[in-house]
C-alpha cells in the first residue's frame, strides 16, 4: 500500500507544480508581451529620428522575453552544457547558423544557450515554421523581424523570394548579426521516413538521427548576406576595396547539433509544465569560415549533407556513450555547463512585472479619462 501512496502523493505533486508555473507562465506572457509592445509603440518617434537607437533598445527587450522562456526551463532544472568549438570570439561577427530539428523544445533551448552570448540574442533573426507565428510569441518575432517560413511544395518557391525580400528588407537595416535557420524543414519525427524513402531511391546517406537537409533557404542566406565581392576580389576586411564602411556580410557557418539524453526531445509543454526530471541538453559547436563554404547549387547541397552526416555520426556516438567524440587532435572532449544569473533573471522578471502593472494603470485612467 505504502509505494502506491508514495507514487499518488508524487503524481498529485507533479499536478499542483505543474499548474503552479502555468499560472505563473500566463500571467508573465499577459504582462511582458504586451508590455513589449506598448513601449515600442511610445517609442516610434524615436524610430523615425534615430533607427539604430530604437532597434537597439527592441533588441535588450527581446533578450530579456528570451531569458524569460530560458527561466522557465533553467528553474525546472532543465539545463544545458555545451560541446565543441568556442563561439564566443565569433558573437560579434555575423554568422548563420544550421541546427537540427527534434521538437519545439529546440527553440527554447537555443534561447537559453545564446544567453550568454554576447549581444548575439538581441542582434539575432530566426527562421521559423509560419506556425510559430500563431503563438503567443509570434507579435513579438513579427516585431523583431523573425522570417515564418511555410513548408511544403506549393509554398516553396514563393517563400524563398519572399525570404530575399525579407532579408534585403531587415537584416542589415535593424543590425542583425545571427541568422538561425533548420533546414532540415521541419521535426525529425514528421521528415524521417520521407528523408529515408528519399535517400533509398537518390542513392544518398541514409539518416536516423537527422533527416536529409533542404537546400533553399541555406542559399538565398549565402548569396544574400555572404562577403560583398566585386570582381571577384574581396577587400581585407571583407568589403570589396576602398568601401569598409559596407557591411562585411557573412563571416563564419556556425553549425549547432542537439542532443537529448536516451533520444527524448523536449517539447515547449514541458519547458511549461516542468513534469520531466532535471534534464541536461547538450549542444555540440562547430564553426566553419565562409571561405570555406561553396555557394553554387551542386556543391553547396554536398557541403549541406556533409554536416548533417557528421550530426548523424555526432548523434549516434552520443547515445551510445553518453558524450559526443572528441575533435580531430583532441584525445577526449571538453564540455562546458553553461550557467545564467539567477540575480538577473529575477530583475528581468520584476521589470516585467513591474512594467504589466505600470501600463495597465495608464491605460485604466486613459479609460476613465475617455469614458
Known amino acids: 500500500m505504502a509505494p502506491h501512496l508514495d507514487v499518488a502523493r508524487k503524481l498529485v505533486w507533479i499536478l499542483i507544480k505543474s499548474l503552479l508555473r502555468f499560472t505563473f507562465m500566463f500571467v508573465n506572457n499577459c504582462v511582458a508581451i504586451p508590455s513589449y509592445c506598448l513601449y515600442l509603440i511610445v517609442l516610434q518617434p524615436l524610430r523615425v529620428l534615430d533607427a539604430q537607437t530604437f532597434w537597439y533598445i527592441e533588441g535588450v527587450m527581446f533578450r530579456w522575453l528570451l531569458a524569460m522562456v530560458a527561466s522557465w526551463g533553467w528553474c525546472a532544472g532543465y539545463t544545458v552544457t555545451e560541446w565543441g568549438d568556442d563561439v564566443s570570439p565569433m558573437t560579434e561577427d555575423e554568422a548563420m547558423v544550421i541546427v537540427n530539428h527534434q521538437a519545439t523544445g529546440d527553440v527554447c533551448t537555443l534561447m537559453m544557450c545564446l544567453?550568454?552570448?554576447?549581444?548575439?540574442?538581441?542582434?539575432?533573426?530566426?527562421?521559423?515554421?509560419?506556425?510559430?507565428?500563431?503563438?503567443?510569441?509570434?507579435?513579438?518575432?513579427?516585431?523583431?523581424?523573425?522570417?515564418?517560413?511555410?513548408?511544403?511544395?506549393?509554398?516553396?518557391?514563393?517563400?524563398?523570394?519572399?525570404?530575399?525580400?525579407?532579408?534585403?528588407?531587415?537584416?542589415?537595416?535593424?543590425d542583425r548579426k545571427w541568422i538561425v535557420l533548420f533546414p532540415e524543414g521541419g521535426f525529425l519525427r514528421k521528415r524521417r521516413e520521407t528523408s529515408q524513402s528519399f535517400a533509398k531511391k537518390n542513392d544518398l546517406p541514409y539518416l536516423t538521427h537527422v533527416t536529409l537537409p533542404r537546400l533553399g533557404a541555406t542559399q538565398i542566406i549565402l548569396k544574400n548576406l555572404g562577403p560583398q565581392q566585386e570582381n571577384g576580389i574581396l577587400g581585407t576586411d571583407g568589403s570589396p576595396p576602398g568601401q569598409s564602411n559596407k557591411p562585411k556580410g557573412l563571416q563564419w557557418v556556425i553549425d549547432m547539433t542537439i542532443a537529448y539524453p536516451n533520444a527524448r526531445p523536449m517539447d515547449i509543454q514541458t519547458w511549461i509544465f516542468g513534469y520531466r526530471d532535471p534534464t541536461v541538453t547538450h549542444v555540440h559547436y562547430r564553426t566553419y569560415p565562409i571561405k570555406d563554404v561553396p555557394v553554387d547549387s551542386e556543391a553547396l547541397?554536398?557541403?549541406?549533407?556533409?554536416?548533417?552526416?557528421?550530426?548523424?555520426?555526432?548523434?549516434?556516438?552520443?547515445?551510445?556513450?553518453?558524450?559526443?567524440?572528441?575533435?580531430?587532435?583532441?584525445?577526449?572532449?571538453?564540455?562546458?555547463?553553461?550557467?545564467?544569473?539567477?540575480?538577473?533573471?529575477?530583475?528581468?522578471?520584476?521589470?516585467?512585472?513591474?512594467?504589466?502593472?505600470?501600463?495597465?494603470?495608464?491605460?485604466?485612467?486613459?479609460?476613465?479619462?475617455?469614458?
Open 115 to 174: 544567453q550568454d552570448k554576447g549581444t548575439v540574442v538581441r542582434k539575432m533573426m530566426w527562421l521559423m515554421d509560419h506556425v510559430f507565428k500563431y503563438t503567443n510569441f509570434g507579435v513579438v518575432s513579427l516585431i523583431h523581424g523573425d522570417f515564418f517560413i511555410r513548408q511544403g511544395k506549393a509554398h516553396r518557391e514563393k517563400q524563398l523570394v519572399y525570404l530575399k525580400d525579407h532579408l534585403d528588407k531587415f537584416y542589415y537595416s535593424r
Open 301 to 371: 547541397t554536398d557541403w549541406l549533407y556533409q554536416r548533417f552526416v557528421e550530426k548523424e555520426k555526432l548523434l549516434a556516438h552520443f547515445y551510445e556513450t553518453g558524450a559526443f567524440p572528441p575533435l580531430d587532435g583532441q584525445k577526449e572532449m571538453v564540455s562546458r555547463e553553461m550557467t545564467l544569473d539567477n540575480a538577473w533573471l529575477f530583475l528581468v522578471q520584476t521589470f516585467a512585472f513591474a512594467s504589466g502593472y505600470m501600463w495597465y494603470s495608464i491605460l485604466h485612467h486613459i479609460y476613465f479619462w475617455l469614458f
